[in-house]
C-alpha cells in the first residue's frame, strides 16, 4: 500500500481521482506547519502540495521514504529541488493546466481596461453616478496588441485577440519565425513591439533573462498612452519605472494579475485610479484548479504504481538502476544545456548532442533531454521539464540531433554540445571526474576545468598580465567572494578565457565596472 498525504486544498475531483486506485491511501492534513509537517512526513511515499506547503530541505531531511512530490500547478518554487533531487525524489508539476485560464483572464483584463470597465461600475453601484461622459473608452479592433512571450499562452492571446480584429506583433528570443507563423501574429524584434503597439501583455516566465524585461528605457520607447497587461509573473515589469510612466501619462493604463511582492495590498500602483487590478486570478477558475487536482494525481499514482513518469521537473523517466548509472551524467548534461543556452543570446535553431565513452553503453536519450531541457530553461524557466522539452522544442522550431562517437577529444568520457542560435554558435564540453564530479573542460576554443554550479562569471578577454588581478579587485570592492577560478587560453599573447565560481549574484553595476578593463572582449553572467 502506498501512502500520500494531501498538505494543501485540492477539491473534490482531485481527492475522487485517487479512488481509482485501491492500492494508495490517502491522508488529508491542510495547514500543517513546518514542525508538524516534518513530525509525519517521514510515513509518506508521496505528497500533494499547492503553493501553501513548503517543502524546504530541512523538512525533506526528514522525508526518509518520499518517493514523489506532486504540484498542483506550474511552480515549484516551495520545494527545495535539489534536496529533493539528492534525495531521489521525484517532484512533479503540472504546466499544462492553467493555460485557457490565464489566456481568458488577459483577455478580461484587456476588455476592461480598453473600455474602463472596473472604474464605470464603481460609480455608477457605489458612487451613485451616471457618468457616460468620463469613462469613453477605446476599441479593440484595428488596434496593435504586442505579446511579450510566445509560447502557450501567448499564443492563446493571440488567436483571440486576432477575432476581436486586432492585429498582432509578437516577440519572443527563443522561438523561430516558423512556429511564429502557425498562428495569425508578425514576428518582430523588441524595439518594434515597443514602438509600434497600442497594447502590451507579456507572458515569459520569471528567469534571471526576464527580471524587469521591461522597465524605464522600454517605456520610453512606447507610444504615449500605450495600455499594459501582465498576467504572467510579477517582476517581469519594473513596477517603480512602470508607477513613474503611469503618473507621467506614457503609459495610460495598465491591468496587473502579479506583483513583484504577493500577498500585497499596500503596493503603490494599487493607489492609482488607471491601474485594473487583480489578486493573482489567472489560474483561479474551477475548472483549471480542478484540471491540475486531477492531473497531479493521477501523475502521483503512475509514478507510485510503475505506470510511467510525466512532468518530472528533476529526472527523466528512468529505471532505478539506470538512474543510478546515468544520474551524474544527466545532472552534468542539464547543467551543460544552462551554461550553453547562457552564453550565447538569440532564438535558438539547432542542438546538438555527442557522447564517448561509458556513458553509451546505455541508451542516451534521458541524457540528450537533459541537455534539451536545460537549454530552454533559461527562457522558460519552471514550464520546462523532462518530458514536455522536446515537445517545446519541436513547437519552437528547435532541431535536435543526437550522435555518438569514437574521438577522444583528450578525454576517454564526454558530453559534446554545439548549440546554433540566430546570433551564432557556442561549443561546450563537459565530463566527469571520478564518475560523479561534473566539470566544464572546453569552451569553443578554450580548454579548461569549471565547476558547472551557483553563479558563474565568464570573460573572454586579451591574453595580458594583470587581468585576473583587476578582475578580484573589482569583486573584492563590492565584496563578492570568488569561490573558484579556472583559466584556458588559445595561445601565449592571445585570447583567453576566465571563468569564476562567486558565491553569490554579481550585479550589473559591477559587470559594467568589469567591462570598462580593456582587455575584455565579452562577459556572461551564468546561473546554475
Known amino acids: 500500500m502506498q501512502k500520500v498525504l494531501v498538505s494543501d486544498s485540492l477539491g473534490e475531483r482531485g481527492l475522487e481521482a485517487f479512488k481509482k486506485d485501491k492500492d494508495i491511501q490517502v491522508d488529508v492534513k491542510v495547514g500543517l506547519s513546518p514542525d508538524e509537517l516534518k513530525k509525519i512526513i517521514g510515513g ?24 514523489v512530490i506532486g504540484r498542483a500547478g506550474v511552480g515549484v518554487d516551495n520545494v527545495d529541488l535539489p534536496a529533493a533531487t539528492k534525495s531521489g525524489i521525484i517532484v512533479m508539476n503540472t504546466p499544462q493546466g492553467n493555460t485557457t485560464s490565464t489566456c481568458e483572464h488577459t483577455m478580461a483584463m484587456l476588455l476592461s481596461l480598453s473600455r474602463n470597465i472596473s472604474a464605470a461600475h464603481k460609480t455608477l453601484k457605489y458612487d451613485k453616478k451616471w457618468d457616460r461622459k468620463t469613462f469613453t473608452g477605446t476599441e479593440l479592433f484595428g488596434k496593435t496588441l504586442g505579446v511579450v512571450g510566445f509560447g502557450r499562452i501567448g499564443r492563446e492571446v493571440a488567436k ?19 512556429a511564429v507563423g502557425q498562428v495569425d501574429a508578425e514576428f518582430v524584434d523588441l524595439k518594434d513591439l515597443l514602438k509600434n503597439s497600442d497594447f502590451i501583455t507579456v507572458h515569459t516566465p520569471l528567469t534571471p533573462e526576464t527580471k524587469y524585461f521591461i522597465g524605464e528605457k522600454e517605456f520610453k520607447l512606447m507610444r504615449d498612452g500605450v495600455r499594459i497587461l501582465n498576467c504572467a509573473r510579477g517582476g517581469i515589469i519594473n513596477e517603480e519605472a512602470l508607477l513613474k510612466a503611469l503618473k507621467s501619462g506614457k503609459v495610460a493604463g495598465a491591468a496587473l494579475d502579479v506583483f513583484e511582492d504577493e500577498p500585497n495590498t499596500d503596493n503603490p500602483l494599487l493607489s492609482l485610479d488607471n491601474v485594473l487590478a487583480t489578486p493573482h486570478l489567472g489560474a483561479s477558475t474551477h475548472e483549471a484548479q480542478e484540471n491540475v487536482a486531477v492531473s497531479v494525481v493521477q501523475q502521483v499514482c503512475d509514478a507510485l504504481l510503475d505506470r510511467g513518469i510525466r512532468n518530472a521537473v528533476n529526472m527523466p523517466s528512468i529505471d532505478p538502476k539506470t538512474q543510478r548509472e546515468l544520474g551524474p551524467w544527466i545532472t552534468l548534461a542539464e547543467r551543460l544545456g544552462k551554461f550553453t543556452a547562457q552564453m550565447i543570446g538569440g532564438s535558438l535553431k539547432k542542438i546538438r548532442a555527442q557522447y564517448a565513452g561509458k556513458v553509451t553503453e546505455y541508451s542516451v536519450k534521458p541524457i540528450t533531454l537533459a541537455v534539451v531541457k536545460g537549454a530552454l530553461c533559461p527562457s522558460l524557466g519552471d514550464t520546462i521539464n523532462y518530458v514536455n522539452a522536446p515537445v517545446i522544442a519541436k513547437e519552437r522550431g528547435v532541431e535536435i540531433e543526437e550522435s555518438q562517437t569514437s574521438a577522444n577529444e583528450d578525454f576517454t568520457n564526454f558530453i559534446h554540445i554545439d548549440l546554433t542560435t540566430s546570433e551564432g554558435q557556442v ?19 578554450f580548454y579548461l576545468d569549471a565547476h558547472p554550479n551557483g553563479w558563474m562569471l565568464v570573460v573572454t578577454n586579451q591574453d595580458k598580465p594583470g587581468f585576473v588581478g583587476e578582475v578580484g579587485t573589482i569583486l573584492g570592492q563590492h565584496n563578492i567572494n570568488i569561490a573558484e577560478m579556472t583559466l584556458g587560453r588559445n595561445e601565449e599573447g592571445g585570447q583567453a578565457i576566465t571563468v569564476m565560481n562567486a558565491d553569490q549574484e554579481i550585479p550589473k553595476t559591477v559587470c559594467d565596472a568589469i567591462r570598462k578593463i580593456p582587455q575584455v572582449i565579452s562577459l556572461k553572467i551564468i546561473k546554475l
Open 44 to 67: 509518506y511515499d508521496a505528497i500533494v502540495i499547492r503553493s501553501a506547503t513548503k517543502l524546504s530541505a530541512d523538512i525533506l531531511e526528514q522525508a526518509k521514504n518520499l518517493k
Open 160 to 178: 483571440r485577440a486576432s477575432a476581436f480584429g486586432m492585429h498582432v506583433l509578437t516577440y519572443d528570443p527563443f522561438i523561430s519565425k516558423d
Open 427 to 445: 561549443t561546450v564540453v563537459g565530463t566527469l571526474f571520478g564518475e560523479k564530479d561534473p566539470r566544464i573542460v572546453r569552451v569553443d576554443d
